[in-house]
């Protein structure tokens, strides 16, 4: 099993940066994919940005592409999300994704990501 703890969220105004990490901990080697998501309440999660694990090529939602940064430390078994140029438009809770070569994937608990306008 992966477990997975993200960290990093708040409340931030409009124009502000937060930066967001998921550490993962348990069966790391079966990582192949680590990914970001968020929700807003009574709508589906929605994909933010992914990275692989190994080779590092990432891969982003057009709405957040050239403000946010997806990037991983292998030794620390830690994802970061770099986020700039916040809008009320980015609130939502965030959750870490782990993709693995043998299902299922996992999840993290979710940080709560609040821009205020």
């Known amino acids: 099993q992966v477990q997975l703890v993200e960290s990093g969220g708040g409340l931030v105004q409009a124009g502000g940066s937060l930066r967001l990490s998921c550490a993962a901990s348990?069966?790391?080697?079966?990582?192949?994919?680590m990914s970001w998501f968020r929700q807003v309440p009574g709508t589906e999660r929605e994909f933010v940005a992914s990275i692989s694990w190994s080779g590092g090529g990432t891969n982003y939602a057009g709405s957040v592409k050239d403000r946010f940064t997806i990037s991983r430390d292998t030794a620390k078994n830690t994802v970061y999300l770099q986020m700039n140029s916040l809008s009320a438009e980015d609130t939502a809770v965030y959750y870490c994704k782990a993709t693995t070569f043998f299902p299922p994937d996992y999840w993290g608990q979710g940080t709560q990501v609040t821009v205020s306008s």
């Open positions: 348990g069966r790391t080697s079966s990582i192949y994919i």
